[in-house]
């Protein structure tokens, strides 16, 4: 039962809720996991792969989840408690909220660690931090880091500061003017670092390596994490879709946005890769240097390049931008719950959620250093050796994520009944069969596959 009566909000406009569902899907996954992934995946081959998983099952899953969110106008765990006592389905299915909105709170708990990095990249990059560094001190550096407890709680703190601040605000005050302002930044700040790319005299052959397939490269492993990523990367699983999908209005046609936002999505992956490949090849790095290639690889090529500093700076603020916008939407759930579900108001909501989110990522602080040598379920061979961090990411990345994203397809596709679904999603027949066949099997196998392969 509902604490108070609640008048939901809604976006004021098409392009406000595609602008915020974009700022959702792009965040560290295009700008730090994306380029990394295709570098240690043999480039072309991987990104056509990506392209191919991204339209059949990433496409298809964010129709579902908006789709519920809209015809709920709820929270997620409300929205799919209305939704099947409505269509008189089991209570079971209400899991699927439950664990959209643990999950995202989860995420953000760590999530805001790596963009406090960011942040501190930033600052290292304004006072020239960078400049002359070897591969053993960039390593050191980014190791210093990771080693001291009270500057990654300081960066976390601000970057939690930062997404509180703007969540608090609610649809129109908050997310709208965020997605109005930061992505339009981002996009600006991605073309001037691809204009920067294409001075670096390794242009072309950055450009070859992202969009030239060369399919003796490409691994079963590399297929994997492809379709993994194409579900990640649209934030799928998160209870965040379908949050923004309850704030959205019946005029709004959902097939045609979430192919704008499919689209943005992956051309700001691909945008990200040309910003980086060519500083990568132009300096002889390693362009499948993993992980460490933005905060390790990368300023050590910004240190010895001229005017390395301003666009150290510049790539480092488009990756705070980018991890911002999705920090918003991961406390967005869980806000909306709060608010729905209890006495607090919007402010309230937020301020207690961001608290219990930042307190969490505390764990994931000390993971790195203090904690270092804590494993919460080592008894267990296969989790031996995982921190906080790993534990949290693992939970949540390869059995939250995949089995929410799995029920939400299987109940839309064999639980719904097809008129209302043509009905929501108001498209022609041809296009609406092709959906539906996604629905019921293609987007289901493909996440199946991923989360059979993770485990």
């Known amino acids: 039962m509902s604490y108070k009566s609640h008048s939901h909000a809604q976006w004021s406009s098409r392009m406000a809720f595609v602008l915020a569902a974009v700022g959702s899907s792009v965040g560290l996954g295009n700008i730090w996991k994306f380029p990394y992934m295709t570098g240690e995946s043999g480039g072309g081959a991987f990104v056509l792969i990506y392209l191919v998983c991204?339209?059949?099952?990433?496409?298809?899953?964010?129709?579902?989840?908006?789709?519920?969110?809209?015809?709920?106008?709820?929270?997620?765990?409300?929205?799919m408690g209305d939704i099947t006592r409505r269509l008189k389905r089991s209570r079971a299915w209400v899991l699927i909220g439950v664990a959209g909105v643990l999950g995202a709170y989860l995420i953000l708990s760590f999530y805001s660690v790596i963009g406090g990095w960011a942040l501190a990249y930033i600052q290292m990059a304004v006072v020239d931090t960078f400049s002359g560094l070897d591969n053993d001190s960039v390593g050191t550096l980014f190791g210093n880091l990771l080693a001291s407890p009270v500057e990654l709680l300081l960066w976390h703190s601000l970057f939690m500061l930062m997404t509180i601040g703007v969540v608090v605000g609610g649809v129109a005050g908050g997310l709208e003017r965020a997605a109005k302002t930061l992505m339009p930044t981002l996009a600006v700040l991605l073309v001037v670092l691809v204009g920067y790319a294409a001075t670096t005299g390794a242009f072309a052959e950055g450009a070859a390596y992202l969009f030239t397939p060369d399919f003796s490269k490409l691994t079963s492993d590399g297929v994997l994490a492809a379709l993994g990523h194409?579900?990640?990367?649209?934030?799928?699983?998160?209870?965040?879709?379908?949050?923004?999908?309850s704030y959205l209005s019946d005029d709004v046609n959902i097939g045609r946005s979430a192919l704008i936002v499919v689209v943005m999505d992956t051309v700001i992956?691909?945008?990200?890769?040309?910003?980086i490949f060519p500083v990568v090849f132009a300096n002889g790095l390693d362009a499948a240097?993993?992980?460490?290639?933005?905060?390790?690889?990368?300023?050590?090529?910004?240190?010895n390049m001229a005017g390395g500093w301003l666009f150290g700076l510049l790539f480092f603020v488009l990756l705070v931008f980018a991890a911002w916008t999705s920090a918003i939407s991961l406390l967005e759930p869980v806000v909306e719950w709060l608010e729905e579900r209890s006495p607090l108001s919007r402010v309230g909501a937020t301020i207690v959620a961001g608290l219990a989110t930042w307190a969490l990522g505390l764990a994931t602080v000390l993971s790195f250093n203090i904690w270092g040598d804590v494993a919460p379920l080592g008894m267990f061979d296969?989790?031996?050796?995982?921190?906080?961090?790993d534990l949290l990411d693992y939970v949540?990345?390869?059995?939250?994520?995949?089995?929410?994203?799995?029920?939400?397809?299987?109940?839309?596709?064999?639980?719904?009944?097809?008129?209302?679904?043509r009905t929501q999603l108001n498209m022609g027949e041809?296009?609406?069969?092709?959906?539906?066949?996604?629905?019921?099997?293609?987007?289901?196998?493909?996440?199946?596959?991923?989360?059979?392969?993770?485990l």
């Open 269 to 275: 992956a691909l945008l990200a890769g040309l910003a």
């Open 430 to 454: 041809t296009a609406f069969a092709l959906w539906r066949l996604a629905v019921r099997f293609i987007a289901p196998i493909g996440v199946v596959i991923v989360f059979v392969n993770s």
């Open 396 to 421: 949540t990345s390869k059995l939250l994520l995949p089995l929410t994203g799995l029920a939400t397809v299987l109940f839309v596709g064999w639980f719904m009944g097809r008129d209302e679904l």
């Open 230 to 245: 194409a579900f990640f990367t649209l934030s799928l699983g998160m209870g965040i879709m379908m949050a923004y999908g």
């Open 289 to 303: 240097a993993g992980p460490g290639l933005i905060f390790q690889t990368l300023p050590l090529a910004f240190g």
């Open 382 to 389: 296969k989790f031996a050796g995982m921190t906080i961090f």
């Open 54 to 79: 991204i339209f059949l099952v990433g496409l298809p899953m964010l129709m579902s989840e908006w789709l519920l969110g809209r015809l709920g106008q709820k929270n997620p765990i409300s929205t």
